[in-house]
């Protein structure tokens, strides 16, 4: 009877045993958790199945401590093997730390977050028991968190620097306008002087560049001579490029326009041209070419008229398993890459109603096609400044600048067309020009960034005193502006030339007067 009682105790426990085993695969299973079971002393360890998919290890593999361990990135294996000796030799009872695994069947290396609990007999440490989760998606998107502040930060470091930059441009524009002028400039000044005003155009160029790779923007699309677009970048892009990477540009023999918005399509071939230059670690050559596509009719897009920009490297090329990822954001084969670059090139290129075809074949480089609509009109149907009025003009203008050398040049310029000028340096100080004329101005022409009341401010404060008073408003970055000041003032953009500012004040007063 003693004998059968023990049989049926053993059968009881063995039942509650395999059931308490099943449980736990079917959690296992249910959470998909990733768990170990690793027992110290047989040093034979236990993974749940979810560990052999995420993780891609065989199952022929015995699993153990060891083995585990040749699985840590090199770089992370001596710090995760003495943290757990630590652990077992100190009789701490938990474990945690975060390393790079390295998946044995493909070789990709995943980023994990480890947690064991150890449990003791008489003082020794026997089993531990734990957690591992792969948080590389999470990681990838806090570096992207930190690298778009990062780049937030350096956006408005570059505002900051383009509205000093651009006011320097400006003075200096306008001060050799007026030494252009000069009548008695010789002939040699003259080309000094003109040599001198292409060199502040291209310094005003890169500065847009600058505030156009650092912040989003909406699009505006206009018409743009392609291949002025693409000569005009390739200076900035052979300093991108480096000594080891030579740069070819192999434009089309016509004209092309092409409906874009100019600062989204100086970021499409800056990323495609980047992407290209890191493709080819050991140098190569980089060709941009332009081309007029014709009438094409798209499977699943809109039948046009397009125009087509391609990249091509002589990198390696994109191998068969990858090619079909490489526009996914955040996807990239670099250590230190944010899987963006393409991901905003394809965006971009969409809401253009474009798209792109990507040659590759291994050994001879890469391809990328990109399709934009052509703008069939070309580009007289851009709104262009408006002529300038020959007869000087009489009027008042309160001019309002804090930056001492612009304020100069203006006023010189200003008064050189027949213009009384009453120059202030900020907001509270135009506020009592205002007063003290009576109200007597014609125009207000202020810069739109000033300390204290700024160009939006006053303009606001004056309306309110003569609905009717022309405004124009200037800044060197406008496209960060409210579009509703668009649509209320004269807006110009620094730096401008004085022809340019003398036609908009013209322009500001002859429509105040029909209206």
Known sequence: MAAMADDGELRRITRERDQAIERFVLMCRAMNGCMWDWDIRANVAFYSEAVYTVYGIGRDVTPSFERWTTYVHPDDRERVVSGFREALETGKSEWAGEYRFVRPDDGRVLEVFDR???MFDGGAPVRMVGVVMDITPQRALERQLRHSQKMQAVGQLAGGIAHDFNNMLQAAKLEIELLRGTPSASVQVLEHVKALGTAIDRAAGLTRQLLTFSRPEAMRTEALDLNAKVGELATMLRRLLGEDVHLALELAGEVIYVDADASM????????????????????TLSLATARCGQLEPAGRRPGRYVRVDVRDTDVGIPGEILPRI???????KPNGTGLGLATVYGIVEQHGGWIDVDTTPGSGTTFHVYLPEHVRGPADRVRPPAITAAPGTETILLVDDDDGVRRALSLVLESHGYTVLAVDSGAAALAAWESSGGKIDVLVTDLKMPGMSGSELAAALSARRPALPIVLISGHLRELDPSLAARYQLLHKPFDGERLVAVVRESLQAAAKA
């Open 327 to 333: 526009f996914e954001p955040f996807f990239t084969t």
């Open 265 to 284: 399509l100086d970021q499409v071939l800056v990323n495609l041209v980047v992407n290209g230059r890191d493709a080819m670690a050991g140098g190569g």
């Open 116 to 118: 064991g609990f150890v």
